[in-house]
């Protein structure tokens, strides 16, 4: 079976959601403040009409802040998120990424479960590694990322 991979990069390193989990790509706009918001919400953005919640992935993850640049996007992401009155209930977030790269077909049987230590990010907010020429592409787990319940890290 084939995935297709949606590539993106976050301080030099390649991530990746799965294509049918993405509904678009923005070009970045700052989005407004939300107070009392944990550091990594960077706030809301207007996308169809509809208030999202955006993350910025690099706080998210720990890593150097950067400003935002012309190749600065927001990954819209449905994410699964099922509720008592409604188990099918999709929620959409926002992704804050340096810059989007391109969408690669990757067969299943390539993609490999991640190392349980030495990753850049925690590894509950990796599904897999998949590989494109020499680098390694971290792909996402949307859930864990913007799950509600967090645990501390």
């Given at each position: 079976?084939?995935?297709?991979?949606?590539?993106?990069?976050?301080?030099?390193?390649?991530?990746?959601?799965?294509?049918?989990?993405?509904?678009?790509?923005?070009?970045?706009?700052?989005?407004?403040?939300?107070?009392?918001?944990?550091?990594?919400?960077?706030?809301?953005?207007?996308?169809?009409?509809?208030?999202?919640?955006?993350?910025?992935?690099?706080k998210?993850?720990?890593?150097?802040?950067?400003?935002?640049?012309?190749?600065?996007?927001?990954?819209?992401?449905?994410?699964?998120?099922?509720?008592?009155?409604?188990?099918?209930?999709?929620?959409?977030?926002?992704?804050?990424?340096?810059?989007?790269?391109?969408?690669?077909?990757?067969?299943?049987?390539?993609?490999?479960?991640?190392?349980?230590?030495?990753n850049?990010?925690?590894?509950?907010?990796?599904?897999?590694?998949?590989?494109?020429?020499?680098?390694?592409i971290?792909?996402?787990?949307?859930?864990?990322?913007?799950?509600?319940?967090?645990?501390?890290?």
């Amino acid at each position: 079976m084939t995935n297709q991979l949606l590539t993106f990069k976050l301080n030099d390193n390649l991530f990746a959601f799965e294509v049918f989990k993405v509904q678009e790509v923005l070009e970045y706009s700052e989005p407004v403040k939300i107070p009392c918001a944990s550091p990594y919400v960077k706030g809301l953005i207007n996308s169809r009409g509809t208030g999202i919640t955006t993350v910025d992935l690099r706080k998210k993850f720990l890593l150097p802040e950067a400003e935002p640049t012309k190749d600065t996007r927001i990954i819209i992401v449905e994410v699964n998120k099922p509720t008592d009155e409604n188990p099918d209930h999709i929620s959409t977030f926002g992704a804050i990424v340096d810059s989007v790269m391109e969408v690669l077909e990757t067969d299943s049987n390539n993609i490999e479960q991640p190392p349980k230590f030495g990753n850049i990010i925690s590894p509950e907010f990796i599904s897999g590694l998949s590989k494109k020429d020499d680098q390694f592409i971290i792909i996402l787990n949307e859930r864990a990322i913007f799950a509600q319940n967090e645990q501390k890290l």
